[in-house]
């Protein structure tokens, strides 16, 4: 994605000097798909509206309401975002990672450092998109895994069964019924509540 010269790249910034040494720096690395949003008004729906595939957030001195509307799109707007600004403080840094912004470059704009700017900001953005997925994988799999579990605990007690057992019946009715185990186990435990 880095080397894609296509990426529709967003560039939020109210100033117009500022924004000409990212836009310079983009085109001279080769990326000429480059929008600039000025004013906040709306802010969200306009890049909603754009689609990009990287946002680049320039902040000259920004106050705490701007940042947190920063941080606000950061949430909303699943894309790999950069931040660059002028000066900053340790709780502003943390609140930036928190909400997802992928480069919080402070002090740092110069045309010669946005390419490896907007590359390590895709990198990041998709090294934390996948450990984020990997996470809700296993947070899932812990839940199906304990639902499984308390089904089998129910039919162990209902019928008198032990815990292997008790599981290969699971498995033969998801298998005969195209099911997952973890389905069959769910309608179990909602029967067993029904008939308490």
Known sequence: ??????LRIVIVDE?????AILEEGLKEAGFHNVLRITGRTNLLERIYAIDPDVILIDLEDPSRDTIEQMFQVSRE????????VDQTDSKTIEDAIEAGVASYVVDGLRKDRVKPILETTIS???????????????KSQLEERKVVDRAKMILMKMKGIDEETAY???????MNEKKRIADIAQSIITAAELLR
Request: glycine residues 2%; positive net charge.
């Open 124 to 138: 990041r953005f998709r090294a934390f998109a996948r450990l984020k997925a990997e996470l809700e994988e296993a």
């Open 77 to 84: 707007v699943k894309r790999p975002i950069a931040m660059f």
């Open 1 to 6: 994605m880095a080397n894609d010269l296509s």
């Open 15 to 19: 100033s117009p000097v500022r924004s």
């Open 168 to 174: 290969g019946l699971l498995r033969r009715t998801a």
